[in-house]
């Protein structure tokens, strides 16, 4: 369990430092050779002869990296660039072609990037839940499956984009599929989102509370005479000033 700062994650997800590519030229396994990365906009991609583009797709196409075509709003893997940390998981919510081709991708946070003491913190408030589908969480198979959305993002590199993956909001999925869907490797479900300049969870979803004990509690009425008001006021203000 660790923590996760926004900016040293931009630092590493937009590009790979010159010594990289040196070490990677040295060694005749230069990934920047292996990484082909195209932006098409959307004249270009009425010209283009890419039959996976659907004409009805062009206007929400993003880039082509690898042969796979990405979409705004598709979910990604972005390459952390550090072989101790997984791909980072996020959205694209825009594409960026000068002065640098890059996407700008709104983060997802795992459980292991949260402070310890605030997802413990989490564990705990949970036992008291009955939700068959909380209770699903604590299996230890699916906990890792959980993300925390965010307002964080960052500009990357179309380099570091490696695949897609699906994202789902727990009340999005019915109980008797969850288990099935988070069986598959690139399934993921969110519950919570994380704030990690407060470092603070909260809902992704605001509750309409009904019901008599969410009710302001009036004062009982009072039908008295305009006469006999005083009796039950407070003395008149002494007037100060006569215009």
Same mark, same amino acid.
């Given at each position: 369990?660790?923590?996760?700062?926004?900016?040293?994650?931009?630092?590493?997800?937009?590009?790979?430092?010159?010594?990289?590519?040196?070490?990677?030229?040295?060694?005749?396994?230069?990934?920047?050779?292996?990484?082909?990365?195209?932006?098409?906009?959307?004249?270009?991609?009425?010209?283009?002869?890419?039959?996976?583009?659907?004409?009805?797709?062009?206007?929400?196409?993003?880039?082509?990296?690898?042969?796979?075509?990405?979409?705004?709003?598709?979910?990604?893997? $972005?390459?952390? !660039?550090?072989?101790?940390?997984?791909? %980072?998981?996020?959205?694209?919510?825009? $594409?960026?072609?000068?002065?640098?081709?890059?996407?700008?991708?709104?983060?997802?946070?795992?459980?292991?990037?949260?402070?310890?003491?605030?997802?413990?913190?989490?564990?705990?408030?949970?036992?008291?839940?009955?939700?068959?589908?909380?209770?699903?969480?604590?299996?230890?198979?699916?906990?890792?499956?959980? +993300?925390?959305?965010?307002?964080?993002?960052? %500009?990357?590199?179309?380099?570091? +984009?490696?695949?897609?993956?699906? $994202?789902?909001?727990?009340?999005?999925?019915?109980?008797?599929?969850?288990?099935?869907?988070?069986? !598959?490797?690139?399934?993921?479900?969110?519950?919570?989102?994380?704030?990690?300049?407060?470092?603070?969870?909260?809902?992704?979803?605001?509750?309409?509370?009904?019901?008599?004990?969410?009710?302001?509690?009036?004062?009982?009425?009072?039908?008295?005479?305009?006469?006999?008001?005083?009796? %039950?006021?407070?003395?008149?203000?002494?007037?100060?000033?006569?215009?």
């Amino acid at each position: 369990m660790g923590e996760e700062v926004p900016e040293r994650r931009l630092t590493r997800a937009l590009q790979r430092s010159n010594s990289d590519r040196t070490r990677n030229k040295e060694n005749g396994s230069d990934s920047s050779s292996q990484v082909t990365a195209t932006v098409v906009s959307q004249s270009d991609s009425k010209k283009s002869d890419k039959g996976s583009v659907k004409p009805s797709q062009r206007k929400n196409f993003a880039c082509s990296v690898n042969d796979v075509d990405y979409f705004i709003e598709d979910t990604v893997y $972005v390459d952390s !660039h550090r072989p101790d940390i997984p791909w %980072y998981i996020g959205t694209i919510k825009e $594409v960026k072609h000068k002065p640098k081709e890059s996407v700008l991708i709104e983060w997802f946070y795992r459980t292991s990037e949260l402070p310890e003491t605030i997802y413990q913190t989490l564990l705990k408030d949970r036992t008291t839940e009955s939700s068959s589908k909380m209770k699903l969480l604590e299996n230890p198979n699916y906990k890792a499956k959980e +993300l925390f959305s965010s307002q964080c993002s960052d %500009y990357c590199s179309l380099q570091a +984009l490696r695949g897609k993956c699906k $994202v789902e909001h727990i009340t999005n999925l019915q109980d008797n599929v969850l288990a099935e869907f988070l069986s !598959h490797k690139d399934n993921w479900l969110y519950v919570l989102s994380y704030n990690p300049s407060s470092r603070r969870l909260a809902s992704t979803q605001g509750a309409i509370r009904i019901g008599a004990s969410y009710q302001a509690e009036l004062p009982e009425y009072l039908d008295v005479e305009v006469e006999k008001r005083q009796n %039950y006021c407070a003395s008149p203000e002494s007037q100060c000033w006569i215009p």
